[in-house]
Protein backbone atom coordinates (compact mmCIF):
# COMPACT_ATOMS: atom_id res chain seq x y z
CA UNK A 1 0.00 0.00 0.00
CA UNK A 2 2.66 2.49 0.72
CA UNK A 3 4.52 2.01 -2.64
CA UNK A 4 1.32 2.40 -3.74
CA UNK A 5 0.55 5.55 -2.38
CA UNK A 6 4.36 6.59 -3.68
CA UNK A 7 3.61 6.45 -7.45
CA UNK A 8 0.35 7.92 -6.75
CA UNK A 9 2.10 11.00 -5.51
CA UNK A 10 4.83 11.45 -7.91
CA UNK A 11 2.18 10.40 -10.70
CA UNK A 12 0.04 13.32 -9.78
CA UNK A 13 2.68 15.75 -9.09
CA UNK A 14 2.70 16.64 -12.64
CA UNK A 15 -1.31 17.94 -12.31
CA UNK A 16 -0.40 20.79 -10.24
CA UNK A 17 2.22 22.36 -11.97
CA UNK A 18 -0.18 25.20 -13.24
CA UNK A 19 0.14 26.01 -9.25
CA UNK A 20 3.48 27.24 -10.16
CA UNK A 21 2.79 29.54 -12.97
CA UNK A 22 -0.24 30.93 -10.66
CA UNK A 23 2.17 32.05 -8.19
CA UNK A 24 0.53 29.69 -5.29
CA UNK A 25 4.08 27.74 -4.85
CA UNK A 26 7.52 27.95 -6.33
CA UNK A 27 8.79 24.93 -8.33
CA UNK A 28 11.08 23.90 -5.23
CA UNK A 29 8.19 24.10 -2.50
CA UNK A 30 6.25 21.65 -4.91
CA UNK A 31 9.39 19.11 -5.42
CA UNK A 32 9.49 19.34 -1.43
CA UNK A 33 5.52 18.83 -1.07
CA UNK A 34 5.80 15.56 -3.73
CA UNK A 35 8.86 14.17 -1.32
CA UNK A 36 7.08 14.57 1.77
CA UNK A 37 3.79 13.05 0.83
CA UNK A 38 5.82 10.14 -0.84
CA UNK A 39 7.93 9.57 2.54
CA UNK A 40 5.07 10.16 4.47
CA UNK A 41 2.47 7.61 2.59
CA UNK A 42 0.09 10.75 2.45
CA UNK A 43 -1.64 12.34 -0.20
CA UNK A 44 0.09 15.13 -2.13
CA UNK A 45 -3.49 17.16 -1.99
CA UNK A 46 -3.01 16.79 1.70
CA UNK A 47 0.81 18.46 2.10
CA UNK A 48 -0.41 21.16 -0.12
CA UNK A 49 -3.53 21.92 1.68
CA UNK A 50 -2.12 22.09 5.03
CA UNK A 51 1.54 22.43 5.04
CA UNK A 52 1.54 25.07 1.87
CA UNK A 53 -1.71 26.48 2.32
CA UNK A 54 -2.95 25.60 -1.07
CA UNK A 55 -6.58 27.15 -1.83
CA UNK A 56 -8.48 23.63 -2.38
CA UNK A 57 -9.97 25.67 -4.70
CA UNK A 58 -7.11 26.47 -6.73
CA UNK A 59 -6.21 22.43 -6.56
CA UNK A 60 -9.48 21.54 -8.14
CA UNK A 61 -8.95 24.55 -11.09
CA UNK A 62 -5.48 22.83 -11.62
CA UNK A 63 -6.84 19.10 -12.07
CA UNK A 64 -9.89 20.76 -14.21
CA UNK A 65 -7.21 22.48 -16.58
CA UNK A 66 -4.81 19.45 -16.61
CA UNK A 67 -7.85 16.68 -17.27
CA UNK A 68 -9.71 20.02 -19.65
CA UNK A 69 -12.90 18.50 -17.72
CA UNK A 70 -15.25 19.80 -15.61
CA UNK A 71 -14.86 20.05 -11.65
CA UNK A 72 -17.55 18.77 -8.81
CA UNK A 73 -16.79 19.51 -5.01
CA UNK A 74 -18.15 17.48 -2.52
CA UNK A 75 -21.36 18.38 -0.61
CA UNK A 76 -23.70 16.78 1.61
CA UNK A 77 -26.90 18.02 0.19
CA UNK A 78 -26.75 16.50 -2.89
CA UNK A 79 -29.68 14.52 -4.44
CA UNK A 80 -27.76 11.48 -5.24
CA UNK A 81 -30.46 8.86 -6.32
CA UNK A 82 -30.59 6.00 -4.19
CA UNK A 83 -30.16 3.46 -7.63
CA UNK A 84 -26.78 4.40 -8.07
CA UNK A 85 -25.91 3.74 -4.98
CA UNK A 86 -27.40 0.04 -4.84
CA UNK A 87 -24.59 -2.37 -5.00
CA UNK A 88 -21.97 -0.42 -4.87
CA UNK A 89 -18.36 -1.61 -2.85
CA UNK A 90 -16.72 0.88 -1.07
CA UNK A 91 -13.85 -0.76 -0.75
CA UNK A 92 -13.27 -0.59 -4.74
CA UNK A 93 -14.14 2.88 -4.86
CA UNK A 94 -11.83 4.01 -2.34
CA UNK A 95 -9.01 2.47 -4.40
CA UNK A 96 -10.27 3.91 -7.66
CA UNK A 97 -11.21 6.86 -6.25
CA UNK A 98 -14.76 7.73 -8.18
CA UNK A 99 -17.88 8.58 -7.32
CA UNK A 100 -21.49 8.65 -9.33
CA UNK A 101 -23.45 12.01 -8.09
CA UNK A 102 -25.79 12.83 -10.33
CA UNK A 103 -28.29 11.29 -12.70
CA UNK A 104 -29.20 13.43 -15.92
CA UNK A 105 -31.66 11.60 -17.76
CA UNK A 106 -29.58 8.86 -19.32
CA UNK A 107 -26.31 10.08 -18.23
CA UNK A 108 -24.61 9.10 -15.40
CA UNK A 109 -22.42 11.92 -14.07
CA UNK A 110 -19.09 10.41 -12.01
CA UNK A 111 -16.48 12.23 -10.15
CA UNK A 112 -13.49 10.74 -10.46
CA UNK A 113 -9.54 11.85 -9.28
CA UNK A 114 -8.30 10.93 -12.15
CA UNK A 115 -11.00 10.59 -15.23
CA UNK A 116 -8.23 9.04 -17.69
CA UNK A 117 -7.55 5.79 -15.37
CA UNK A 118 -9.04 3.01 -17.27
CA UNK A 119 -10.78 1.41 -14.47
CA UNK A 120 -13.15 4.17 -13.61
CA UNK A 121 -15.20 3.48 -16.04
CA UNK A 122 -14.56 -0.15 -16.44
CA UNK A 123 -16.21 0.10 -12.67
CA UNK A 124 -19.17 2.46 -13.37
CA UNK A 125 -20.47 -0.07 -16.42
CA UNK A 126 -20.22 -2.87 -13.84
CA UNK A 127 -21.83 -0.86 -10.88
CA UNK A 128 -23.78 1.91 -13.05
CA UNK A 129 -26.18 1.01 -16.05
CA UNK A 130 -26.72 3.71 -18.11
CA UNK A 131 -26.25 5.16 -21.66
CA UNK A 132 -23.49 7.44 -21.15
CA UNK A 133 -20.99 8.33 -18.52
CA UNK A 134 -20.07 11.85 -18.28
CA UNK A 135 -16.63 12.26 -15.51
CA UNK A 136 -15.91 15.12 -14.10
CA UNK A 137 -12.33 15.55 -11.46
CA UNK A 138 -12.70 15.79 -7.69
CA UNK A 139 -9.97 15.84 -5.26
CA UNK A 140 -9.59 12.60 -3.21
CA UNK A 141 -10.71 14.17 -0.01
CA UNK A 142 -14.06 15.66 -1.38
CA UNK A 143 -14.38 11.47 -3.10
CA UNK A 144 -13.44 9.44 -0.06
CA UNK A 145 -16.17 11.84 2.09
CA UNK A 146 -18.67 11.26 -0.61
CA UNK A 147 -18.12 7.39 -0.28
CA UNK A 148 -17.83 8.18 3.77
CA UNK A 149 -20.97 9.63 3.80
CA UNK A 150 -23.42 8.05 1.43
CA UNK A 151 -22.38 4.71 1.44
CA UNK A 152 -22.48 3.43 5.33
CA UNK A 153 -25.87 4.16 5.44
CA UNK A 154 -28.70 2.85 3.52
CA UNK A 155 -30.63 4.88 1.03
CA UNK A 156 -32.88 7.42 2.40
CA UNK A 157 -31.05 7.27 5.39
CA UNK A 158 -28.33 9.01 4.57
CA UNK A 159 -25.91 11.05 6.92
CA UNK A 160 -25.56 14.14 4.96
CA UNK A 161 -29.75 14.58 4.83
CA UNK A 162 -29.13 14.08 8.61
CA UNK A 163 -27.14 16.66 9.17
CA UNK A 164 -29.41 19.43 7.18
CA UNK A 165 -31.82 18.59 8.73
CA UNK A 166 -30.78 18.90 12.64
CA UNK A 167 -29.18 22.04 11.48
CA UNK A 168 -32.79 23.08 10.37
CA UNK A 169 -33.57 22.11 14.22
CA UNK A 170 -30.94 23.80 15.27
CA UNK A 171 -31.88 27.16 13.61
CA UNK A 172 -35.50 26.29 15.00
CA UNK A 173 -34.36 26.36 18.24
CA UNK A 174 -32.66 29.32 18.11
CA UNK A 175 -34.83 31.26 16.31
CA UNK A 176 -37.25 30.37 19.12
CA UNK A 177 -34.33 31.82 22.13
CA UNK A 178 -34.47 34.89 20.11
CA UNK A 179 -37.98 35.34 20.52
CA UNK A 180 -37.55 34.49 24.26
CA UNK A 181 -34.99 36.74 24.75
CA UNK A 182 -37.15 39.53 23.14
CA UNK A 183 -39.99 38.40 26.05
CA UNK A 184 -37.25 38.71 28.70
CA UNK A 185 -36.30 42.11 27.19
CA UNK A 186 -40.18 43.59 27.34
CA UNK A 187 -39.98 42.12 31.18
CA UNK A 188 -37.28 43.87 31.89
CA UNK A 189 -39.15 47.31 30.22
CA UNK A 190 -41.76 46.83 32.76
CA UNK A 191 -40.18 46.09 35.71
CA UNK A 192 -38.19 49.43 34.89
CA UNK A 193 -41.78 51.56 34.41
CA UNK A 194 -42.86 50.01 37.66
CA UNK A 195 -39.74 51.65 39.11
CA UNK A 196 -40.95 54.78 37.49
CA UNK A 197 -44.20 54.20 39.20
CA UNK A 198 -42.69 53.57 42.57
CA UNK A 199 -40.91 56.69 42.35
CA UNK A 200 -43.90 59.10 41.34
CA UNK A 201 -46.04 57.60 44.23
CA UNK A 202 -42.83 57.51 46.63
CA UNK A 203 -42.90 61.39 45.95
CA UNK A 204 -46.88 61.68 45.99
CA UNK A 205 -46.46 60.39 49.68
CA UNK A 206 -43.72 62.30 50.76
CA UNK A 207 -45.35 65.40 48.85
CA UNK A 208 -48.48 63.98 51.11
CA UNK A 209 -46.88 63.69 54.51
CA UNK A 210 -45.33 67.05 54.23
CA UNK A 211 -48.38 68.95 53.35
CA UNK A 212 -50.27 67.86 56.18
CA UNK A 213 -47.90 68.20 58.59
CA UNK A 214 -47.90 71.74 57.59
CA UNK A 215 -44.04 72.44 57.80
CA UNK A 216 -41.86 74.67 55.76
CA UNK A 217 -45.28 76.24 54.82
CA UNK A 218 -43.10 79.17 53.18
CA UNK A 219 -42.13 76.42 50.31
CA UNK A 220 -45.65 74.82 50.42
CA UNK A 221 -45.66 75.79 46.28
CA UNK A 222 -42.89 72.90 46.40
CA UNK A 223 -45.09 70.35 48.17
CA UNK A 224 -47.45 70.63 45.01
CA UNK A 225 -44.57 70.88 42.64
CA UNK A 226 -43.67 67.50 44.05
CA UNK A 227 -47.00 66.01 43.66
CA UNK A 228 -47.04 67.22 40.03
CA UNK A 229 -43.72 65.86 39.53
CA UNK A 230 -44.95 62.26 41.31
CA UNK A 231 -47.74 62.64 39.17
CA UNK A 232 -45.96 62.55 35.97
CA UNK A 233 -43.35 60.13 37.14
CA UNK A 234 -46.31 57.27 37.90
CA UNK A 235 -48.33 58.50 34.57
CA UNK A 236 -44.90 57.45 32.43
CA UNK A 237 -44.61 54.09 34.61
CA UNK A 238 -48.18 53.26 33.72
CA UNK A 239 -48.38 54.33 30.47
CA UNK A 240 -44.42 51.96 30.04
CA UNK A 241 -46.06 48.84 31.63
CA UNK A 242 -49.58 49.01 29.89
CA UNK A 243 -47.66 49.27 26.67
CA UNK A 244 -45.56 46.32 27.10
CA UNK A 245 -48.67 44.91 28.54
CA UNK A 246 -50.75 45.44 25.12
CA UNK A 247 -47.81 44.96 22.20
CA UNK A 248 -47.74 42.41 19.75
CA UNK A 249 -44.72 41.43 21.65
CA UNK A 250 -46.73 40.48 24.95
CA UNK A 251 -44.99 38.09 26.48
CA UNK A 252 -47.30 34.62 26.45
CA UNK A 253 -48.45 32.55 28.82
CA UNK A 254 -46.92 30.44 30.92
CA UNK A 255 -48.42 27.43 29.54
CA UNK A 256 -47.96 28.74 25.63
CA UNK A 257 -44.61 28.85 26.19
CA UNK A 258 -43.45 25.65 27.35
CA UNK A 259 -45.77 24.42 24.53
CA UNK A 260 -43.80 26.02 21.71
CA UNK A 261 -40.55 24.53 23.92
CA UNK A 262 -41.68 21.33 23.99
CA UNK A 263 -42.57 21.54 19.84
CA UNK A 264 -39.20 23.09 18.77
CA UNK A 265 -38.05 19.94 20.53
CA UNK A 266 -39.97 17.77 18.59
CA UNK A 267 -37.00 16.53 16.25
CA UNK A 268 -35.89 14.10 19.48
CA UNK A 269 -38.50 11.34 17.89
CA UNK A 270 -36.80 8.47 16.15
CA UNK A 271 -33.76 9.89 17.80
CA UNK A 272 -30.67 8.13 18.80
CA UNK A 273 -31.54 6.88 22.43
CA UNK A 274 -28.78 6.00 24.84
CA UNK A 275 -29.99 4.06 28.05
CA UNK A 276 -28.79 4.94 31.49
CA UNK A 277 -27.34 8.65 29.91
CA UNK A 278 -30.40 10.26 31.87
CA UNK A 279 -30.51 10.91 35.94
CA UNK A 280 -33.46 10.03 38.01
CA UNK A 281 -36.32 11.97 37.68
CA UNK A 282 -36.62 14.12 40.85
CA UNK A 283 -40.26 14.53 42.32
CA UNK A 284 -43.31 16.88 41.88
CA UNK A 285 -42.22 16.95 37.50
CA UNK A 286 -43.94 19.96 35.80
CA UNK A 287 -44.31 19.27 31.70
CA UNK A 288 -40.86 21.72 31.49
CA UNK A 289 -38.82 19.93 33.85
CA UNK A 290 -39.92 16.30 32.37
CA UNK A 291 -38.50 17.90 28.77
CA UNK A 292 -35.46 18.72 30.65
CA UNK A 293 -34.65 15.41 32.17
CA UNK A 294 -36.21 14.17 28.90
CA UNK A 295 -32.98 15.76 26.83
CA UNK A 296 -30.38 13.98 29.15
CA UNK A 297 -31.38 10.36 27.92
CA UNK A 298 -29.90 11.69 24.98
CA UNK A 299 -26.57 13.72 26.00
CA UNK A 300 -23.30 11.85 25.56
CA UNK A 301 -20.60 11.85 23.20
CA UNK A 302 -19.67 8.97 21.01
CA UNK A 303 -15.88 8.84 19.39
CA UNK A 304 -17.43 6.05 16.23
CA UNK A 305 -15.63 5.44 13.16
CA UNK A 306 -14.99 6.43 10.59
CA UNK A 307 -14.63 10.09 10.84
CA UNK A 308 -17.81 10.81 8.95
CA UNK A 309 -19.80 9.01 11.40
CA UNK A 310 -18.27 10.61 14.18
CA UNK A 311 -18.91 14.09 13.07
CA UNK A 312 -22.83 13.13 12.38
CA UNK A 313 -22.83 11.99 16.39
CA UNK A 314 -21.46 15.24 17.47
CA UNK A 315 -24.18 17.13 15.23
CA UNK A 316 -26.33 14.78 17.22
CA UNK A 317 -24.93 15.87 20.39
CA UNK A 318 -25.18 19.94 19.48
CA UNK A 319 -28.73 19.23 18.54
CA UNK A 320 -29.18 17.90 22.46
CA UNK A 321 -27.04 21.17 24.02
CA UNK A 322 -29.35 23.05 21.99
CA UNK A 323 -31.89 21.45 23.50
CA UNK A 324 -30.91 22.16 26.84
CA UNK A 325 -30.28 25.86 26.01
CA UNK A 326 -33.83 26.24 24.82
CA UNK A 327 -35.12 24.12 27.94
CA UNK A 328 -32.85 26.60 30.00
CA UNK A 329 -33.96 30.31 27.89
CA UNK A 330 -37.75 28.99 28.95
CA UNK A 331 -36.86 28.54 31.98
CA UNK A 332 -35.17 32.08 32.27
CA UNK A 333 -37.79 33.94 30.33
CA UNK A 334 -40.83 32.25 32.74
CA UNK A 335 -38.32 33.31 35.74
CA UNK A 336 -38.31 36.61 34.31
CA UNK A 337 -42.33 36.64 34.61
CA UNK A 338 -41.79 35.68 37.83
CA UNK A 339 -39.69 38.87 38.69
CA UNK A 340 -41.83 41.05 37.30
CA UNK A 341 -44.96 39.97 39.15
CA UNK A 342 -43.11 39.89 42.37
CA UNK A 343 -41.77 44.03 41.36
CA UNK A 344 -45.31 44.38 41.36
CA UNK A 345 -46.60 42.67 44.12
CA UNK A 346 -43.57 44.41 46.60
CA UNK A 347 -44.77 47.58 44.99
CA UNK A 348 -48.14 47.11 45.27
CA UNK A 349 -47.58 46.28 48.77
CA UNK A 350 -45.60 49.02 49.90
CA UNK A 351 -47.69 51.47 48.45
CA UNK A 352 -51.21 50.00 49.92
CA UNK A 353 -49.82 49.70 53.61
CA UNK A 354 -47.96 53.34 53.29
CA UNK A 355 -51.83 54.74 51.94
CA UNK A 356 -53.53 53.13 54.85
CA UNK A 357 -50.82 54.38 56.99
CA UNK A 358 -51.27 58.14 55.93
CA UNK A 359 -55.00 57.68 55.97
CA UNK A 360 -55.02 56.25 59.62
CA UNK A 361 -52.37 58.35 60.90
CA UNK A 362 -54.08 61.97 59.41
CA UNK A 363 -57.30 60.76 59.59
CA UNK A 364 -59.85 61.71 56.59
CA UNK A 365 -59.36 65.21 54.96
CA UNK A 366 -59.17 66.59 51.08
CA UNK A 367 -56.22 65.37 50.27
CA UNK A 368 -56.97 61.80 51.72
CA UNK A 369 -57.92 61.61 47.67
CA UNK A 370 -53.87 60.93 47.71
CA UNK A 371 -53.80 58.45 50.24
CA UNK A 372 -56.56 56.82 48.25
CA UNK A 373 -54.63 56.92 45.47
CA UNK A 374 -51.99 54.98 46.66
CA UNK A 375 -54.16 52.62 48.39
CA UNK A 376 -56.28 51.66 45.08
CA UNK A 377 -52.59 51.70 42.83
CA UNK A 378 -51.02 49.23 45.62
CA UNK A 379 -54.08 46.41 45.54
CA UNK A 380 -53.86 46.36 41.46
CA UNK A 381 -50.57 46.09 41.48
CA UNK A 382 -50.72 43.41 44.07
CA UNK A 383 -53.29 41.50 41.76
CA UNK A 384 -51.21 42.03 38.71
CA UNK A 385 -48.33 40.44 40.35
CA UNK A 386 -50.44 37.73 41.71
CA UNK A 387 -51.13 37.24 37.97
CA UNK A 388 -47.71 36.71 36.94
CA UNK A 389 -46.31 34.97 39.55
CA UNK A 390 -48.63 32.27 40.54
CA UNK A 391 -47.89 29.63 37.02
CA UNK A 392 -44.26 30.23 37.64
CA UNK A 393 -44.17 29.06 41.28
CA UNK A 394 -44.71 25.47 40.58
CA UNK A 395 -41.33 25.38 38.06
CA UNK A 396 -39.01 26.15 41.05
CA UNK A 397 -39.35 22.32 42.24
CA UNK A 398 -38.74 21.23 38.49
CA UNK A 399 -35.35 22.40 37.34
CA UNK A 400 -33.41 19.94 35.32
CA UNK A 401 -29.89 19.29 36.79
CA UNK A 402 -27.21 18.02 34.08
CA UNK A 403 -23.61 16.76 34.87
CA UNK A 404 -21.18 19.22 33.76
CA UNK A 405 -18.45 18.17 31.30
CA UNK A 406 -15.10 17.66 32.73
Known amino acids: MFSVMKANNIATADRFR ?45 LSEYYNRPSVEYDERLPVPPELLDGLDGGRLSLSLW ?34 YELR ?38 HWRTRLACYRTDMAKARTSLAFLRWGLGFIAISNYLMRNHKFSSIF ?12 LAVWGVYGYLKIRKSRMTPPGHYTLVEVTSATLSFLEDYHFIEGAGGPPSSGRTMLARLGDFLADYCTILYPSP ?10 ERNVLAGQRTVAACYRTIYARARTGLSCIRSGVSFSTLGLGLMKYFGLSLLTAFDSILV ?31
Open 221 to 232: YFYWAMTGAGLL
Open 376 to 406: IAGVLMIVDGILWYLPTRKEQSGIPRYPVPP
Open 307 to 316: ASKERTHLVY
Open 99 to 132: FPVIRDGDTVIIAANNPQAPEVLREAREFIGAER
Open 137 to 174: VALREDIRWFIQDFLHAKPGQLIGTIRTGLAYWRNTMA
Open 18 to 62: MLCTQGFLAEEELHRAQEAAAARGVDLENILINEHNVPRRALLEA
